[in-house]
DNA sequence: AATTATTTTTAGATTAATCTAAACTATATT
DNA sequence: AATATAGTTTAGATTAATCTAAAAATAATT
């Protein structure tokens, strides 16, 4: 594995993603629009990925993330996503703050660091989006958690953690009776406001507003 | 002030320090020799710094770091020394660990993230090197913590920290009844072994190791 | 199947940071 | 003052990452 510059690791991390985590080929579009930059600049950059064996390319058929090009995708958005656990638990920001921090912070090259880190953290499974964090071999053991609001009309889930952790929220959801484990089915999407009817655990059904379901997170069932 | 890159960072930083604190010229080889780069690189940059304000520069005259490069200087440093803190305090390295990791998170730009960190430290005023941190605008308040064993022969101090913070150091200290606050002269250096025999609140007098010097931070009378 | 449209690649430049080798300036020494 | 040495700058290349404009390949449409 020879060291790849901080480009080729945002264009690895942009192909895996939009790969759906290396099964789809991916084309030269679609990853100059992610990284906004132009197809040109992506045939070359694409050119030196697969001399460095991180993915696979044929002329005009598009790429494939190999092995290798995966392993050091998903070691960046550990190193991501481990971050932004830190900037929103630690340093008390918004979740909606730190992608463009983490996005620095993501290139720092100091394995003990990460690993320390996580350790640091308490070793979470999941940043404040939501999202998984890979462990260091690039294992992600863990369902994702879903932004509640993001499901469609009759999806089953189960209630798992809250992004916004402040007391008005939590005293909220108390009030509701809406703890963490509650089993919900999505009974109506209101086009009006995109407020949503939920049925909890099978019985009583609440209203909750789109801003309420913005901070809930849930796990497919 | 314009957005400088990386490599203008360490330029200025590098400049910083060689002309102690901005008062001094300095002279092209000794850039080089710092950044462990060529006099003509360093012609170069020198010349991209002076058209962008941040030094003086007189061809064959060496260079002179304006007031604003002496800021961004300062701002670098600043986040150099609290991510060390970080490191340190946080995450259990120790201190002659943390240089290179911090040679890359220093260069993250957050204004934000740092003042955010240095409440999470506590607003922490040396490094754990015993070097201060300036302020957000610059402004080194506190007296330098140097380590002792750089100290001469004859110099009155105070004890006000230690670097090593483990469990044998402290009580080794305990023992010879070395508190933080004693007040020390250096009454001989044994040039055999660089131990130290030492005067502590000026009545009794003890010899410690190179090694326990070596960890000891203080304050110069 | 021919043409049009889209996508992708190449060719040729540009900017930032670096280098080696050669030229130049300043300083020190005889 | 002439010359040798040390320090500095310029000239010309190189690498990484990007761009625009033009050429080439693939896909879509009549």
């Known amino acids: 594995m020879e060291e790849l510059t901080l480009a080729e690791e945002n264009y690895l991390k942009a192909i895996y993603h939009l790969s759906g985590g290396g099964s789809d080929q991916v084309n030269t579009n679609s990853i100059a629009d992610k990284l906004k930059t132009k197809p040109a600049s992506v045939s070359d950059m694409i050119r030196k990925l697969a001399d460095k064996g991180t993915i696979d390319y044929v002329k005009y058929q598009g790429v494939q993330i190999t ?91 189960t209630l798992v953690s809250m992004r916004d952790t402040g007391n008005a929220f939590l005293n909220y959801l108390d009030r509701i009776q809406l703890p963490i484990g509650s089993e919900i089915r999505i009974q109506a999407i209101i086009e009006f406001d995109n407020s949503m009817e939920i049925q909890v655990n099978g019985t009583r059904s609440i209203t909750i507003s789109k801003q309420v379901a913005d901070n809930l997170l849930v796990v497919r069932k």
């Open 67 to 157: 092995n290798d090009g995966k392993n050091t995708a998903l070691q960046v958005i550990r190193k991501h996503r481990l971050w932004e656990v830190f900037l929103v638990d630690k340093l008390g920001f918004h979740w909606d703050e730190v992608h463009e921090i983490a996005e620095q912070l993501e290139h720092i090259r100091s394995p003990l660091l990460i690993s320390r880190l996580d350790e640091f953290l308490g070793f979470p499974k999941f940043d404040p989006h939501g999202d998984p964090i890979p462990d260091e071999f690039g294992v992600i053991s863990s369902k994702p958690r879903i932004i509640l609001s993001t499901l469609q009309n009759g999806t089953n889930c």
